[in-house]
C-alpha cells in the first residue's frame, strides 16, 4: 500500500490498497481530517469540498476528530485548578494541524497532534493524540491513543474523545437505524426523549446520543448498502445527528457525553507518562 504525498498547492494525501482499490483521503494539515474512505469502489462518508475549500467556514463532511471534549461545556469554559480556558464547542484538534505518516505494517496511517501554543491557552496539558486508520476487508478499523506528556507529578489530564463521520445515504428518507437502545437523550431540548421518535424524523433534522449500544447498523436500501459502526468502551456512546438537505447521517462514537469535563459524567484521565487506547471499527455490506 502506498501513501500519496500532497503535491502542488494541494493538501490531500492519498492511501490505497493497489490489490483491493480501497483507500483513504486525508488532509492533515485541517484538522486531522478524513475526507474520504473508498470501501469496495465507492465512497462511504459525505464531504461538502465547496464548503471545505472556505476555511472560514466549519467543515461539513469527511470524518472530524472531537478533542478534549464532545460537544460543549458550560458558557465555553474549561475550568481546572490551573484556571479557566476557553474551549469552543468539540474541542480544538479539528481546527489544528496534524502530522501523518504510513504504519509499519503498510495497511494504513497514522495521524498525530501534539500540544503547542495553539492548543495551551484552551488546555493547559502536555499531551499527543494519535490516530491509526486501518484498512481491513469491508472495514476501517480506528484506533487512538492519548498520551500524557506532562512530567511525574502534574496534573492529571482530563478529556473526551469523538469521531464525527458523515455516512453518505442515497434516499435520507429511506433510511434505518438498527441497534440503539428504545431510550436516547435529545441535544437539541437536552431533554430525554424515546429513540423511535428521533428515527422518525431523520430527514427533518435530529441530534440525540443514545447509552449501552452495541453494534448499530444504518441501512441505506436506496444505496443498496449498510453501514455498521462497532463501538467499544470506554468510546460506546453513539451519537446521530442529520442536517437536511445533506444526503448522510452522522454515526459518532463519543466517549462521553456533553459537559462531561464539567459534570465528571463518563471524563477520562490519563497520568502523567500515561497513555490511554480507545477504538471502534466501521464495516460495510452490501443489501
Known sequence: MTLQPASGS????????????????????????????????????????????????????????????????????????????PLAQHGFARDLPWSVAPLPAGD????RLEDGPLSRPHYPFAFALELELRLQPQSLAITARIHNRGEAGTSALPFSLGLHPYVVVADPARVRLEGLPSDCFDHLTMTPAATAAQLARLEQGVD??????????????AGGRAVTLHPAAPMDLVVVWTDPPRPMVCLEPWSGPRGALSSGDRRLEVAPGEVLELGCRYTVDSL
Open 208 to 221: 440525540f446520543l443514545c447509552r449501552g449500544c452495541g453494534p448499530v447498523r444504518l441501512v441505506d436500501p
Open 108 to 111: 494504513g496511517v497514522v495521524m
Open 10 to 85: 494541494s493538501p490531500v494525501r492519498r492511501f490505497t490498497d493497489p490489490a483491493t482499490g480501497d483507500g483513504l483521503t486525508l488532509v492533515p494539515e485541517r484538522g486531522g481530517l478524513l475526507t474520504g474512505w473508498q470501501c469496495g469502489g465507492r465512497e462511504v462518508l459525505y464531504f461538502d469540498a465547496e464548503r471545505f475549500a472556505d476555511p472560514a467556514k466549519s467543515v461539513r463532511g469527511g470524518m472530524p476528530v472531537l478533542f478534549p471534549i464532545c460537544g460543549n461545556l458550560p458558557d465555553d469554559l474549561l475550568v481546572l485548578p490551573q484556571g479557566r480556558f
